[in-house]
C-alpha cells in the first residue's frame, strides 16, 4: 500500500544551523502539506501546494522558513538558521487535492521528522 | 479566519461506556469535516468525514451546523480505541486545513 514517507525520521541540530526535510508523497496526489507540530497541540499548517504551486503559506515563517517542491512530486522544507523553539514535529501528508469543484481533502500522513534544536 | 476547537484535552472512559469527543468549529463557508485519530506509534491517519456519513470502527459523527459542532460518539468503547484524536476543517474552495488540539481518549479495562 503506497505511503507517504519522510526522511530524516529523527534531525539532531544546533540554533542557528541548517536543516531540511524531505517528504514524497503517495504517487498522483496533487496537494502536499507541510505542518508543525509542537507538544501537545495540533497539527499546523506551514505551506500547502497545488502541484508544483504554493496556495497557501500564510503561517510559513519566511525569515527563516523555505519549501519547494520543484517537480509537482516530492517536497523539501528548510530551516535556515535553526532557533530553539522550532523544536518540533514536522508533518507531510498528500491528498488528491481538488478536482472540478469535488474535493478530495482525505489527507494522507507520513512519519514526521522530530527537530531538536540546542 | 477558521478555527477548530476541542474542549478536552483528556477524556477516560470504561470499556462498554458510550463515549462523546467534542469539537466545534468556526468558518463562514461551508466546511468539510474530519476526524483524524493516532494510534500508539503509528501515524495520523483518517477516521472519518462528514460528508461520507459512515460509522467507522463503530464511531459517527454529525455536522451539526446551528450549533458549528462536529462531535464523535460511539456508543460502546473499546480498550482499542484508546488513542489521540484530532477534530479538523477543510476549506472547501482551497483544501486549506485546520486542526484542533486533540483529545487523548483513554479506554479503561
Known amino acids: 500500500e503506497a505511503e507517504v514517507a519522510q526522511s530524516p525520521r529523527y534531525k539532531i541540530t544546533e540554533k542557528s544551523q541548517a536543516v531540511a526535510f524531505w517528504c514524497d508523497p503517495i504517487?498522483?496526489?496533487?496537494?502536499l502539506y507541510w505542518y508543525r507540530q509542537i507538544l501537545g497541540q495540533g497539527p499546523e499548517l506551514l505551506v500547502q501546494?497545488?502541484?508544483?504551486?504554493?496556495?497557501?503559506d500564510s503561517q510559513l515563517p519566511k525569515d527563516r522558513f523555505s519549501a519547494e517542491r520543484l517537480k509537482g512530486v516530492d517536497s523539501t522544507l528548510k530551516i535556515q538558521p535553526a532557533e530553539l523553539g522550532d523544536s518540533a514535529m514536522y508533518l507531510c501528508?498528500?491528498?488528491?487535492?481538488?478536482?472540478?469543484?469535488?474535493?478530495?481533502?482525505?489527507?494522507?500522513f507520513g512519519p514526521g521528522t522530530r527537530l531538536t534544536v540546542l | 479566519a477558521q478555527r477548530v476547537t476541542q474542549p478536552e484535552k483528556l477524556l477516560s472512559v470504561f470499556k462498554g461506556a458510550p463515549v462523546e469527543l467534542k469539537c466545534n468549529y468556526s468558518?463562514?463557508?461551508?466546511?468539510?469535516l474530519f476526524w483524524y485519530v493516532q494510534y500508539s506509534r503509528q501515524r495520523l491517519q483518517l477516521l472519518l468525514r462528514h460528508i461520507s456519513r459512515e460509522s467507522i470502527k463503530g464511531f459517527t459523527a454529525d455536522l451539526n451546523k446551528g450549533e458549528t459542532s462536529f462531535h464523535l460518539k460511539k456508543p460502546f468503547a473499546q480498550e482499542e480505541d484508546s488513542a489521540m484524536y484530532y477534530c479538523a476543517l477543510s476549506n472547501t474552495n482551497a483544501g486549506k486545513s485546520t486542526f484542533g488540539d486533540g483529545t487523548t481518549l483513554t479506554v479503561k479495562p
Open positions: 504517487s498522483g496526489h496533487a496537494t
Open positions: 501528508a498528500s491528498s488528491h487535492g481538488t478536482s472540478g469543484g469535488s474535493s478530495y481533502n482525505e489527507q494522507f
Open positions: 468558518y463562514s463557508g461551508s466546511p468539510e
Open positions: 501546494f497545488q502541484d508544483e504551486s504554493v496556495v497557501d
